[in-house]
């Protein structure tokens, strides 16, 4: 973070602390739809094996306890919840908590492995983006049976929605896929995910959601396993699948200011993790992180889900040293400086 950055987010924190003070979170919801980034337990519901609700993910979270995050402990998102005066989570929709009183403050739809290509999530038996929306319209239902239906479509309208996606469509299909990579290039397959993107905000839009923050993707290339499996025996970030994920993320920006043009009323914001993950990654000690390169999880370089598990043979024993916990994801101490970072950027969203 750079000096006015960071300025910015003491700013931030102070006004944010008179609120929390108050008691009221600064919006009634959170609805969060997406990938493993995001999920906070959907994953444990379905029949996937991209599963996160076993030890060691969990060990550093509340009561030590696994819960699907793909992370030692808290997701950026949980910092986020917190950050802006939430007290709890809102809980993943497919889980027993998602229920009562507790759908007043939003539910987490996302989904480990899903993608903005619907088929990314159907390799991996995931909830595409597009049942994570009837998941959503019928939380509405629910909602107005709850609040009432005015209060519920002003808890829409004023909630907070944050959208994390298009990782798993990279990593976990196009660069392995030869159905995608022999018939699309990075950049075709970018246009292809964008129209998605734009067609998913429009959906929400239509269901009375107007406050939007979308992620951008993560330096792809300077996750462990993405070095291990493409750098070539480098331990060095791959530049070709970084500059993919820099292309996407111009797209998103552009596609997302036309949507802000044409769509009244709507406040969408990119949420850049791309540059607050890349200084984690090439400057880890100015963070007071010792490793970037291997992951805390068994041997760091590759595992992820169930390959990350009790019997791994290397985890580490401070999760707070490294910035990555498994293979894809990172540590809660890295996301914890990522969600100060969508604070500051995403202020417009929250004030
Ligand atoms: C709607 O919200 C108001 C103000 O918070 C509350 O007094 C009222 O009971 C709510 N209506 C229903 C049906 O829950
Ligand atoms: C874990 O590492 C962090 C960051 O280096 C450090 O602040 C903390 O004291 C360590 N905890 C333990 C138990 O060693
Ligand atoms: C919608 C959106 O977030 N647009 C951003 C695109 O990038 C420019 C330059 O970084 C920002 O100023 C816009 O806000």
Redesign the pocket.
């Known amino acids: 973070m750079g000096y006015s950055n960071s300025l910015l987010a003491t700013f931030f924190f102070l006004c944010l602390e008179l609120y929390v003070i108050n008691g009221q979170p600064l919006v009634p919801a959170m609805f969060i739809f997406g990938d493993s980034v995001v999920d906070a337990g959907n994953n444990n519901y379905i029949y996937t094996i991209v599963k996160a609700n076993f030890r060691p993910y969990g060990r550093d979270f509340v009561h030590h306890k696994p819960t699907g995050r793909f992370c030692n402990g808290k997701l950026a998102a949980d910092f986020t919840a917190e950050n802006i005066g939430f007290t709890s989570y809102p809980p993943a929709y497919l889980s027993e908590e998602a229920n009562g009183k507790n759908l007043l403050i939003g539910a987490n739809f996302a989904s480990g492995a899903s993608g903005y290509y619907e088929t990314t999530a159907k390799l991996y038996h995931a909830i595409p983006l597009s049942q994570q929306l009837e998941h959503f319209k019928d939380y509405q239902r629910k909602l107005e049976g709850?609040?009432?239906?005015?209060?519920a479509s002003s808890i829409i309208s004023g909630g907070l929605c944050l959208v994390s996606s298009g990782s798993s469509d990279f990593i976990q299909n196009y660069y392995i896929n030869p159905l995608l990579y022999k018939v699309y290039t990075p950049d075709q397959f970018s246009d292809i995910l964008i129209e998605s993107f734009s067609a998913f905000v429009q959906k929400l839009y239509g269901l009375g959601v107007r406050k939007i923050g979308v992620s951008t993707l993560p330096p792809l290339g300077c996750l462990p396993a993405t070095i291990t499996v493409f750098g070539s025996d480098s331990n060095e970030c791959v530049d070709k699948i970084n500059g993919d994920a820099v292309s996407f993320n111009n797209k998103l920006n552009a596609t997302s200011q036309s949507l802000v043009n044409k769509l009244s009323g709507l406040n969408l914001v990119v949420l850049d993790i791309y540059q607050p993950l890349h200084d984690l990654v090439t400057k880890p000690s100015e963070n007071g992180f010792v490793e970037a390169r291997r992951a805390c999880c068994g041997t760091g370089l590759l595992e992820t889900s169930i390959l990350c598990n009790k019997k791994s043979i290397g985890t580490c024993a401070n999760a707070s040293e490294y910035v990555f916990w498994d293979g894809f994801h990172p540590t809660e101490a890295a996301n914890k400086i990522l969600a100060d970072d969508l604070l500051s950027s995403g202020i417009s969203l929250i004030s």
């Open positions: 709850i609040a009432g239906k005015t209060n």
